[in-house]
């Protein structure tokens, strides 16, 4: 039985720009796009033009206060002057919220004691660091970012799709009131919550080359969404996914990670993607691949920029030496 692929693509959201010399390229999702137009495999998928989330919808798991932040901020912000002004003309938001909704199963503190002109304060620096800087249309982009995701989980949801494929989401290291590398507003838990309304467990991996840290503490009480990362560590972003910690409450014993040194990682995640026919992207064997691919990309001016600035080029180029 052939499997139904639903394909989530907002042409918008290549013009998002981190910043100079910032790795998160936005563009780069329009540029997988052009690979998919240009190897014709719309035409073997639905595509459809993800609905924005809207900010009650982000708040099934973030907090009313970051999200309006979120919502309000503008690059402006760094200016002290702007900043006072914004936080004396907001104080009028209630405090955050330090109960989490039905399926985590308990009570956490997020707020910290904090009142609200030292929550805006930490914000501030927060957002406004380089690796979470801010730019035009950032809420925005987290919209089309959260949109495609939920409407995946909605489609998946509704059985009208068995594969749901949204290259703008992936955001995992976004917490309930604080934005953490490149990541600002958490699509993975947004669509995992999602799931959550149809089944009663979840089962969430991830193959990022960084620890999934924001989805894993997200669901940290409850036992109805396990969270498994296979990721690299070291001196190395987020720095929290080499030894593994224990969950607590319903929690215990969801949580798996598989941390590996850097050439490690490459080797042992390259040949355990590629030992298995199913999980192929290609129908030619891994040896072959290389003058297909390179003809095509030939065609893209800017194809260069699809390596990972992070984990290097060789993650991407290994599967066809």
Not at 31 to 36: D, K, P, R, S, T
Not at 74 to 84: A, I, M, S, V
Not at 165 to 179: C, Y
Request: aromatic share 10%; net charge positive; hydrophobic share 30%.
């Amino acid at each position: 039985m052939k499997n139904t692929v639903a394909y989530f693509y907002d042409a918008e959201v290549g013009s998002f720009y981190y910043g100079e010399n910032h790795p998160m390229k936005p563009f780069r999702i329009k540029l997988a796009h052009q690979l998919i137009v240009g190897y014709e495999l719309y035409r073997k998928m639905n595509v459809y033009q993800p609905n924005k989330a809207t900010d009650q919808k982000m708040t099934d798991f973030h907090s009313h206060n970051y999200i309006q932040f979120l919502k309000r901020v503008t690059p402006n912000l760094l200016d002290q002057k702007h900043f006072g002004s914004y936080v004396n003309a907001n104080k009028k938001f209630p405090m955050l919220d330090t109960q989490n909704s039905g399926v985590f199963g308990g009570k956490l503190d997020f707020n910290d004691g904090k009142d609200l002109d030292s929550y805006y304060a930490v914000l501030k620096h927060d957002v406004g660091q380089s690796d979470c800087p801010l730019f035009p249309g950032l809420f925005e982009f987290s919209q089309i970012s959260c949109g495609g995701t939920i409407d995946a989980a909605i489609k998946l949801n509704h059985k009208s799709a068995d594969i749901c494929v949204n290259w703008a989401g992936g955001l995992h290291h976004a917490k309930k009131q604080k934005p953490s590398g490149f990541c600002y507003v958490n699509d993975i838990v947004l669509g995992i919550l999602e799931l959550l309304k149809y089944h009663q467990r979840v089962v969430y991996i991830d193959i990022d080359v960084h620890h999934g840290d924001g989805v894993e503490e997200a669901f940290y009480l409850t036992n109805r969404v396990m969270t498994v990362s296979f990721h690299k560590y070291g001196d190395f972003f987020s720095g929290n996914g080499r030894r593994p910690r224990h969950r607590r409450g319903h929690g215990q014993g969801l949580r798996h990670q598989r941390a590996t040194a850097q050439r490690a990682h490459r080797r042992q995640l390259l040949r355990n993607l590629q030992e298995r026919d199913r999980g192929c992207a290609h129908p030619l064997p891994p040896r072959s691949r290389g003058a297909p691919v390179r003809r095509r990309l030939a065609g893209l001016r800017q194809a260069g920029h699809l390596q990972h600035d992070v984990a290097g080029p060789r993650l991407l180029r290994q599967d066809h030496q």
